[in-house]
Structures are given as C-alpha cells and as structure tokens.
C-alpha cells in the first residue's frame, strides 16, 4: 500500500512540473536554452507521439519511465530555482482547475513545427 501512495505522489508531482515547465517556456525570466529543453520535454511528455511506441514489449514503456522523468530533471535544472518554485505554484493551481485548450494548441503547433522543418530538411536533400 505504501508503495502505491508514493507512486501516485510522485505521479502528481511529475503532472506538476510538466506544467510548471511548459510555463517555463514561455517565462522571460527563463535563459532561452532552458526554454527550448523545457518546451521540447513538455511537448514529449504531453504528446501522444512517443519515440518508442508503447506496444514494443519492454522498450516501450522506457521513454515513459526512464527518458521523460530524465528530460524533466534537465530542464528543472536549467530554470533558475526560484521561478521554478513560482511555476510550480502557479502550476498546482492550474491543475485544480478545468484545463482549456492552450495545451492542445502549442503541442499542436509545436509538431506542425517540427513536421514543416523535417519537410524542408527532407527537401534539401533531394
């Protein structure tokens, strides 16, 4: 029983920083470097595209447990301490409310981006 309240405690506290970090990605106080890896790991932890698709036995469920909970803690790293302590906050109150479609329309945005970008690589090289 334990173990199942720790998991759900760090379950919710992960849903937290992914929100902080997507706020963080649109922080000015935030070093532009941070920004990127903060709104590259929150579009990856808050897409349903995943680098391993989870019906690979094993190796699809590592991104979900080893790759984002890593990618999350580089860029908690990376904001500066005290506006993440603020973010988180602002997160944890964001998350006791009814989500609106912001999220939806950045991560949209963010793979439209990064699909005109594979395109016009791809154009290059032919």
Same mark, same amino acid.
């Given at each position: =029983?334990?173990?199942i309240?720790k998991?759900k ?9 992914i929100?902080?970090?997507w706020?963080?990605a649109r ?7 941070a ?12 897409s349903?595209v995943?680098?391993? *698709?989870?019906? +690979? *036995?094993?190796l #699809?469920?590592?991104?979900d447990?080893?790759?984002v *909970?890593? #990618? +999350? ?6 904001? *500066?301490?005290?506006v993440m302590s603020?973010l988180?906050?602002e997160?944890?109150?964001r998350l006791?409310?009814p ?7 950045f =991560? ?7 699909i005109?970008?594979l395109a ?7």
């Open positions: =029983m334990q173990l309240s998991a405690i760090w379950s919710k506290s992960l849903k937290r920083d929100v902080a970090l706020l963080a922080d000015a106080r935030v070093p532009w470097y920004k990127a890896v903060a709104g590259a790991v929150a579009a990856y932890a808050l349903p995943d680098l391993i *698709p989870d019906f +690979i *036995p094993v #699809g469920y590592l991104d447990l080893v790759i *909970p890593l #990618g +999350i803690l580089l860029a908690i790293r990376l904001v *500066p301490a005290d603020e988180r906050v997160a944890s109150r006791e409310r989500s609106g479609r912001g999220g939806l329309i =991560m949209l945005a963010v793979w439209l981006a990064c005109i970008f016009l690589a791809l154009r290059q090289l032919a």
